[in-house]
Structures are given as structure tokens and as C-alpha cells.
């Protein structure tokens, strides 16, 4: 796909994967509306991105105003090429320690708002355009301390196979990006109940990310589900097919995640 001239929509563009993949859709030439909540970090990032990048605050759990995007997007600039579902929320730890509306929160950000922007969106996307959802591998096999976000995402990655087919009649794909641990400060907030269990598996960058969207985007293929890093992703597909193997090898991955965990945090620190 030639991005010169297109039209993109990233949700949770003011940090992580959200902005890696808005500066490579401008570096290739696609002007890009930067959907986030935070009005004032979003005008800063656009400021940096310069003139190709649009800031459009927003909360995506808002969904009526969300459904309004696409339309107000096309209305403003008469195109509208590509959409990346980014913008997630997360809520660590046991599903018992937080309040039954934020985990509904979650479902609603994670899952409610990728499917209303699209179905809005695909309303007014030509033949050839394309959305790209950033899932995760814990929608791939569910994580312990982590069960309404692998919900989420697991929803996410089967609504987006199955989209696929529906989009596919306009002409237009659908493809599923989905990372283990990115260091992107996601989880810096709560660092105390990120599982051993996801820090058992390598950690990418915010870059490495925007770099398989970037192939999904440019991609002739629809339907696409891909991994990173790609044999974390084979080994979840394993554990998902066999869940005696997956409790077996469940305590060997949760020491050395918890060694990777403490290495990561004294890097943090600066020891």
C-alpha cells in the first residue's frame, strides 16, 4: 500500500505502540488522527509529528462519541484509508481485587470500542483500506492475574477473524497484531501485580510492534494473526491446544519470569 495521500485513525496515539506506528504511517507519507484522552500530551506529540498529524482527543470508552469519529474524520479530510485499534486499558491482578464496573471498563476500551470504530468506520472506507487491531498473546491463552484482559483480547483477535470476512465483502481487511510484554510503560503503574508468567517471555519495543502493524497495513492479505515475538506466539498456540503441557511447564516459566521481573525493575531504577 502506497501510504502517500491516505488517511489513518490510531487510537491511544500519545505514547507506546499508538505513537511508533503514527510516526511510521507519516513517515511514509499518510496524514494520521491521533485519538487519545489526554488533550494536552496529545498536542504535544502532534506538534513533534508535524503538519501530517492531526490531534483528536478523546476518550474511546465514550462509545457514542467514538461512533461519531469516522464520519467527522471524513467529513474533515474526504478520505478515510486505515484504522489501528491500539488504545487499551488494563486493570492487573485478580479479577476480585478490582470493582465489577472497572472490569467492565476493560471489555468496553478493549473490546466495545474496536468494534464501534470499525463498524463506523467501514461504513466509509474504500476498497483497498484497512484496520488493524493490536491484541496481545494473552488473548491467545488466558493469563492468570490477568483474566478479564485476556478476555478482552482474546474477543478482540476472534471478532477481528470473523470481521474479516464481513469488511472482506467491501474490499477492505482486517488483521490481528499480537505482543507479549512491551516495554512501553503499560504496566509501570501497577508493577507490583504484573504476573511472573508474562515477564517469562521476551520484551519487545513500542518500535518492534509498530513495525508488524506497518507490514499488516502494507499486507495484500486479510485475516492476518500475527505474533510477537513470533515463537512466544507458537508457544501460547501449544499451551492453548494442550493444557496439561501448559500446567507443566507453568512453574518453569514463572521462575524465570520472575527473574526477568526483577532484572527489569533494576534497570528501571537505574542499578
Known amino acids: 500500500m502506497d501510504l502517500r495521500e491516505h488517511l489513518a485513525i490510531v487510537t491511544g496515539a500519545s505514547s507506546g505502540i499508538g505513537l511508533a506506528v503514527a510516526r511510521m504511517l507519516i513517515s511514509g507519507g499518510a496524514t494520521v488522527v491521533l485519538v487519545a484522552r489526554g488533550a494536552e500530551r496529545l498536542a504535544a506529540v502532534a506538534a513533534e509529528l508535524g503538519p501530517r498529524a492531526v490531534a483528536w ?3 474511546v470508552g465514550d462509545l457514542e462519541a467514538l461512533a461519531q469519529l469516522p464520519a467527522q474524520v471524513h467529513a474533515r479530510f474526504g478520505r478515510l484509508d486505515i484504522v489501528v485499534n491500539n488504545a487499551g486499558l488494563h486493570h492487573r491482578g485478580d479479577m476480585l481485587r478490582h470493582d465489577p464496573l472497572q472490569l467492565a471498563e476493560m471489555v468496553k476500551v478493549n473490546l466495545g470500542a474496536p468494534i464501534v470504530l470499525t463498524r463506523a468506520a467501514g461504513a466509509l472506507m474504500q476498497p483497498g483500506s484497512v484496520v488493524v487491531n493490536v491484541a496481545s498473546l494473552a488473548g491467545k491463552l488466558g493469563v492468570p492475574g490477568s483474566a478479564v484482559y485476556s478476555g478482552t483480547k482474546a474477543g478482540l ?5 470473523a470481521a474479516a470476512e464481513d469488511l472482506g465483502r467491501r474490499g477492505i481487511r482486517v488483521a490481528n497484531v499480537n505482543p507479549g510484554p512491551v516495554d512501553t510503560g503499560f504496566f509501570d503503574a501497577d508493577f507490583e501485580h504484573v504476573t511472573d508468567l508474562t515477564f517469562s517471555q521476551p ?9 508488524v502493524v506497518m507490514d499488516c497495513v502494507r499486507s495484500g492479505e486479510t485475516g492476518l494473526d500475527r505474533d510477537i515475538p513470533y515463537l512466544s506466539g507458537k508457544l501460547s498456540t501449544l499451551g492453548y491446544l494442550s493444557p496439561g503441557l501448559a500446567r507443566m511447564l507453568r ?3 514463572e521462575r524465570r519470569g520472575a527473574a526477568n521481573k526483577r532484572k527489569f525493575l533494576l534497570r528501571k531504577r537505574g542499578t
Open 57 to 59: 482527543p478523546l476518550d
Open 157 to 161: 483477535r476472534f471478532w477481528g477473524l
Open 203 to 211: 520484551m519487545c519495543s513500542a518500535e518492534q510492534v509498530g513495525a
Open 251 to 253: 512453574p518453569a516459566l
